[in-house]
């Protein structure tokens, strides 16, 4: 019996699998992946959200966006960057840990027409508004 994986539409052995993962990546390939990364980037801040982003080539699959939720629409804030995410083909990556606790989620995604990786940290506020804000 073989065993298969999924991979864009096609299945394909698990040997083939791991060799399509370890074969460099195409010119194209990375531009599609780094497309994909700023464009959820952009997406975010168009939203009014705070990103900041970790995409060097160097850090490889460590690469991150973190986003810091606002204080008021904190709740919204966090199921708007789950909807985005999702809205623009990333899933979660079930081969990295991810961790969800009250003030900082970090989730490990996968973009499925690219193949892009990376880790997104929503930062939730903690503690009361100062004045300013509350104003």
Known sequence: MQTTTEGRGAKLSRP?????????LTIDEIAAQDHARTEVDRTLRHFGLTTKTHFQPQLGIDRALHVRCRLATAGLDRKLVYAVLDEQGWNADCARLSHFCEFVDTMRVVHQPSGAVMAVVIRMPAGEPSRAEAA
């Open 16 to 24: 083939a699998a791991a060799a399509r993962r370890d074969r460099p």
